[in-house]
């Protein structure tokens, strides 16, 4: 069964530091989406993605956040200067054809992210 | 910001009886809900969804129940089974948006 992955499964850096998680979505998707959890807190949207560009953003995503998706398969959440407060679990998701059609939002492992 | 919660934090079931879920919401403009399943250390894994337009869906030993009068999901297992044993999170959506809104989540234990 196709699913998505992402890498590295665990990030620890230095505040300050810039940090790329990396994702791969299901073949044949075409919305992408970025989510966290941090400690003990809800699951938060940050961003969706569709057709190179970014189609939705929470208050989250400030300018500190960036979502590229640089070749056909990866697609990925750069964090320029990481905060403490960055420090939380990171999942990509993708779906076919995005909100109008109701469809369902399959979830990668997730990147835990701690920042020092 | 609580559009989506769930207000069992935990629940404790024996093996082979009914677990029941619930989840409230506030956004009336929330027309499709899904439920996920989390392990530790694991990503959301999609259980069931139902658009707002029907009133139960089942997959299986799993129902979800929809009253959206009531604003009220919950989602049922017959007959629950330790392997059960995880977080559920419900979730929302809405069609003019991409982003899932989550509630806190519940964990099931299934005791065998």
């Known amino acids: 069964e196709p699913e998505v992955t992402q890498t590295p499964s665990h990030q620890v850096t230095q505040m300050g530091q810039e940090v790329i998680l990396r994702c791969v979505p299901i073949?044949?998707?075409?919305?992408f989406y970025w989510y966290r959890q941090i400690l003990g807190q809800k699951v938060e949207f940050l961003v969706s993605f569709y057709n190179n560009e970014i189609s939705e953003k929470s208050e989250i995503f400030d300018d500190q956040f960036s979502v590229e998706r640089p070749d056909g398969s990866n697609f990925t959440l750069k964090i320029r200067s990481t905060k403490l407060e960055d420090s939380a679990m990171y999942f990509c998701a993708s779906d076919r054809q995005g909100p109008r059609f109701l469809e369902t939002q399959y979830f990668g492992p997730g990147t835990r992210l701690l920042v020092l | 910001d609580q559009q989506v919660k769930q207000n069992s934090p935990s629940l404790s079931v024996q093996e082979g009886r009914i677990s029941i879920l619930n989840c409230d919401y506030t956004?009336?403009?929330?027309?499709?809900f899904l439920w996920y399943k989390k392990y530790p250390a694991e990503g959301p894994t999609f259980l069931i969804s139902i658009s707002s337009i029907k009133d139960k869906n089942e997959d299986g030993r799993f129902t979800v129940f929809l009253n959206k009068s009531a604003k009220h999901l919950s989602l049922h297992i017959v007959p629950s089974q330790p392997g059960d044993s995880a977080v559920y999170f419900c979730a929302a959506r809405y069609n003019a948006g991409n982003m899932l809104t989550f509630g806190g989540g519940t964990r099931l234990m299934v005791k065998p």
């Open positions: 073949s044949n998707h075409l919305y």
């Open positions: 956004n009336s403009m929330f027309d499709y």
